[in-house]
């Protein structure tokens, strides 16, 4: 069964910083998708960022960016110049692909930001 | 664009009464899913539908079901509530099964209290 790991319950970070979330997955599939979900105080789950397995290049969405290891089954997300709206809990989620989207979450980072 | 919409956005129930929770995927979305979220489990896949049919089923007792009618809004429905069924309840939407091309976007959940 595919199994999605964050090892980091809270983070924090000051303001205009640079963040790194942590996110180990453990699957035996060769083709899959991986996200990472934000949560504020609201919440209403919001995408961040996605990354198909098949694809090499990291995923990058402006601020946000993914250090994507394939073979380490590892996908960590970082958040440049940290801003006060990005508190909140960020969740890796996994889908194994094909016609389903059923996605297997990981137990959450909560991020603060400090001014 | 109107995004998925949840009602009712709370709920409170006793032991032993039953729930049901109703969700309004994005107009021309077909693909709808389910969550819980609890503090202890963390967020759990509760079903997936596409076209009227249940595609996928998480690992829930059979108290929980769901439906999905022909305008793709859906129901969950809970039987005989016990404590531990409370939780928040996310619902989430695309335009078809498969995160291939179509991105999956969440409502603001059902907060459901069982006393």
């Known amino acids: 069964a595919q199994t999605v790991t964050q090892s980091q319950p809270e983070m924090s970070v000051q303001e205009a910083e640079t963040v790194t979330l942590s996110c180990t997955y453990d699957?035996?599939?060769?083709?899959?998708?991986l996200f990472w979900y934000k949560q504020p105080p609201s919440r209403q789950m919001i995408l961040v960022i996605r990354?198909?397995?098949?694809?090499?290049q990291n995923a990058t969405e402006n601020r946000f960016s993914v250090n994507f290891q394939k073979a380490a089954k590892s996908f960590s997300l970082k958040i440049s110049d940290s801003q006060l709206g990005d508190a909140a809990m960020y969740f890796c989620?996994?889908?194994?692909?094909?016609?389903?989207?059923?996605?297997?979450f990981g137990t959450g980072t909560l991020l603060a930001v400090q001014p | 664009k109107a995004g998925v919409t949840q009602t009712p956005r709370y709920l409170i129930k006793t032991r032993g009464q039953q729930v049901t929770l109703s969700c309004s995927p994005i107009?021309?979305?077909?693909?709808v899913s389910w969550y819980q979220q609890t503090p202890g489990q963390g967020l759990q896949f509760l079903f997936e539908y596409f076209s009227e049919t249940q595609r996928n089923k998480g690992n829930f007792p059979g108290r929980f079901s769901g439906r999905q009618f022909s305008n793709s809004r859906s129901e969950m429905n809970v039987s005989t509530l016990e404590l531990g069924d409370s939780a928040l309840y996310l619902c989430a939407s695309s335009l078809r099964p498969g995160p291939g091309t179509d991105t999956q976007y969440f409502g603001p959940g059902t907060r459901l209290t069982v006393l």
């Open positions: 107009s021309g979305h077909r693909s």
């Open positions: 990354q198909e397995a098949y694809k090499q």
């Open positions: 989620a996994y889908n194994r692909g094909g016609a389903t989207n059923k996605l297997i």
């Open positions: 699957t035996s599939e060769s083709d899959y998708y």
